[in-house]
């Protein structure tokens, strides 16, 4: 090189070597401070706090399904109502004619268990025996807030649940509930 070009290039060169260094010196610095920060975070959390964290628990995330193979001669199932029925049609097929069905008997029979209706007790102690501060599942309420509810919607939350319970439905968002009442027998 030219020694004018030597000259000015070396201090750019100079110039260049320490921005690096003080961009990795910041970084480390940036995550040394985030660490510390939510370190102190967690240290501080109680069970009364938790949930006050922001975005803790809303996040989520969906990511799209990969195409469903249909079979030959078909075209892969991309929408979701092309895969709810490419799943329901392969995973639920129509159930095989059996040869000499036997037809069902709707008779009571003396050895039939007796069926006795959830009471309101029963409902009422499930609601109360849910842990006061459990983590929210699909509904979002902790026991807390089951209890709070029982206060104000006693009759339509029994109603419901009775409900149900006579009907045979589940319902995904009570979970909490069904475990403590006791079954028949």
Known sequence: MHGWMRQFHTPL???????QSLRKTTLKLVRKTKNEYFWKMVDEATTQNIW????????????????LDQGENHPPAITHVQKCDTLRTHLFPEPPQLENEPEPNLNEDPE???????????????????MQLNTPG???????????????LEDTMF????LCAVGGIIICHMNCLWNPIPGPG
């Open 52 to 67: 006050t964290y922001r975005k803790w628990t809303t996040k989520t995330i969906t990511y799209m399904s990969p195409p």
């Open 112 to 130: 039939d268990l007796e069926y006795h209706s959830i009471t309101k007790r029963e409902v009422k102690d499930a609601v109360f025996t849910a």
């Open 13 to 19: 060169t100079l110039l260049a070597e320490r921005v």
């Open 159 to 162: 109603n419901l649940i009775r």
């Open 138 to 152: 699909i509904s979002g309420l902790t026991g807390r807030a089951w209890r709070w509810g029982w206060e104000i």
